[in-house]
Nanobody, 128 residues
Framework: QVQLVESGGGSVMAGGSLRLSCPTF????????MGWFRQAPGKEREGIAS????????WYSDSVKGRFTVSLNNAGDTVFLQMNSLKPEDTAMYYC?????????????????????WGQGTQVTVSS
């Protein structure tokens, strides 16, 4: 059973930055996608970023494009979400998730249904 654990959440002022991390339990040759999702109170969970480990191809939602960056470490065993220019509306619980091998990517990369392993979440709070 794969257990994902996110780290790096916290509280920050608007305009600030945070970096989240999560293990991939794979390496650079893995064909899984690793995704980042978030859920604000009273809202549905939203897919915001994803990376295909093997090629490091990335996908982003319009809400974070240009501000957030998803990346891997050199070994491919840790995925990061660098969050810059944070806004109060970015306040949410952030989740790391992994697909099965041979991730198809594309439009499915930001859909919950493509992911089979999930972390417990880490809280990000942005104050104005």
């Amino acid at each position: 059973q794969v257990q994902l654990v996110e780290s790096g959440g916290g509280s920050v002022m608007a305009g600030g930055s945070l970096r989240l991390s999560c293990p991939t339990f794979g390496n650079k040759d893995s064909t899984n996608c690793m995704g980042w999702f978030r859920q604000a109170p009273g809202k549905e969970r939203e897919g915001i970023a994803s990376i295909y480990i093997y090629s490091e191809y990335t996908w982003y939602s319009d809400s974070v494009k240009g501000r957030f960056t998803v990346s891997l470490n050199n070994a491919g065993d840790t995925v990061f979400l660098q969050m810059n220019s944070l806004k109060p509306e970015d306040t949410a619980m952030y989740y790391c998730a992994a697909t099965a091998p041979h991730c198809s990517g594309g439009y499915r990369a930001l859909l919950e249904g493509a992911y089979i392993y999930w972390g417990q979440g880490t809280q990000v709070t942005v104050s104005s």
